[in-house]
């Protein structure tokens, strides 16, 4: 399935308990000599919700959030169940979907904005952290389930993210490495491109629209709610009153089938 063209290979593990590791998750995601995709999802058991979902990104590392396949994996249970509604368990918390006509929208969790949340390798304002590399400065930091730095930029599609995107996401003021994005606010609409971390530049990133809601909102360039316009397409994002960031766009269903492990 895809969220906008950030692409998943979807396992369902409910029954078979398939075992992951990092090795095997690259295998898969690779392009050309597995199924390839951006992030593999495992759907598993939970005790406290309709399903776990486990997330590894291309590179192998194992993550705790992905917007974009939360929404895919909603429409799966949506579907599957009949509900009106599904809770999603994952390593960064309990989310839940719902369709909205022929999209799924999520609530993707509190965002965090304290420095050690993030968590970032000094004490600074997330707002505008005192952090820079090339032509990237003052970021907002934000942590959806996994750690954002949004740069605020005159143009977007100006910037060079193959050059720094891979910079930030490894640079030590981030002990976890970060998810970047640059992004340009104009009208109340938010043109994203966002480097993900473990898995290079993507068509879209759920939980970075949602953190760029959210670093746009702490900078007084939006009121708490925009459209996210990803080089995939556009989602709607808004950072409601009790902390949490519901993110709402469409679903693609690609094909099944079997691959030999």
Same mark, same amino acid.
């Given at each position: 399935?895809?969220?906008?063209?950030?692409?998943?290979?979807?396992?369902?593990?409910?029954?078979?308990?398939?075992? $992951?590791?990092?090795?095997?998750?690259?295998?898969?995601?690779?392009?050309?000599? &597995?199924?390839?995709?951006?992030?593999?999802?495992? $759907?598993? $058991?939970?005790?406290? +919700?309709?399903?776990?979902?486990?997330?590894?990104?291309?590179?192998?590392?194992?993550?705790?959030?992905?917007?974009? #396949?939360?929404?895919?994996?909603?429409?799966?249970?949506?579907?599957?169940?009949?509900?009106?509604?599904? +809770?999603?368990?994952?390593?960064? &918390?309990?989310? /839940?979907?719902?369709?909205?006509?022929?999209?799924?929208?999520?609530? $993707?969790? %509190?965002?965090?904005?304290?420095?050690?949340?993030? !968590?970032? =390798?000094?004490?600074?304002?997330?707002?505008?952290?005192?952090? /820079?590399?090339?032509?990237?400065?003052?970021?907002?930091?934000?942590?959806?389930?996994?750690?954002?730095?949004?740069?605020?930029?005159?143009?977007?599609? *100006?910037?060079?993210?193959?050059?720094?995107?891979?910079?930030?996401?490894?640079?030590?003021?981030?002990?976890?490495? #970060?998810?970047?994005?640059?992004?340009?606010? +104009?009208?109340?609409?938010?043109?994203?491109?966002?480097?993900?971390? @473990? =898995?290079?530049?993507?068509?879209?990133?759920? +939980?970075?629209?949602? #953190?760029?809601?959210? *670093?746009?909102?702490?900078?007084?360039?939006?009121?708490?709610?925009?459209?996210?316009?990803?080089?995939?397409?556009?989602? %709607?994002?808004?950072?409601? =009153?009790?902390?949490?960031?519901?993110?709402? &766009? !469409?679903?693609?269903?690609?094909?099944? @089938?079997?691959? *030999?492990?």
């Amino acid at each position: 399935m895809h969220g906008l063209g950030n692409d998943f290979v979807i396992l369902d593990a409910r029954e078979s308990g398939l075992k $992951m590791n990092a090795a095997r998750a690259a295998k898969l995601a690779d392009r050309k000599r &597995g199924v390839g995709c951006d992030q593999l999802i495992i $759907m598993r $058991m939970s005790d406290t +919700s309709d399903i776990f979902m486990e997330i590894w990104n291309a590179d192998g590392s194992r993550v705790g959030a992905c917007g974009n #396949a939360t929404r895919c994996v909603g429409r799966l249970l949506l579907d599957e169940t009949g509900q009106a509604s599904v +809770s999603i368990q994952t390593d960064a &918390g309990d989310l /839940s979907a719902v369709a909205v006509g022929n999209d799924i929208s999520v609530n $993707m969790g %509190t965002a965090k904005t304290n420095w050690p949340d993030i !968590p970032l =390798a000094q004490d600074t304002t997330t707002i505008a952290a005192d952090y /820079s590399k090339g032509p990237l400065s003052a970021p907002g930091c934000v942590n959806m389930g996994n750690p954002h730095a949004v740069f605020f930029v005159d143009n977007a599609d *100006a910037v060079d993210l193959n050059r720094w995107g891979p910079e930030v996401e490894n640079d030590p003021f981030f002990p976890e490495r #970060a998810n970047v994005s640059v992004v340009t606010v +104009s009208d109340g609409v938010i043109r994203q491109r966002v480097w993900e971390r @473990g =898995a290079g530049i993507t068509e879209a990133c759920g +939980s970075a629209a949602c #953190a760029a809601v959210v *670093a746009a909102t702490r900078r007084g360039l939006i009121d708490r709610k925009a459209t996210v316009r990803l080089d995939g397409g556009d989602l %709607t994002v808004e950072w409601l =009153a009790n902390g949490t960031v519901q993110m709402t &766009g !469409p679903t693609t269903f690609v094909f099944s @089938g079997e691959v *030999a492990l």
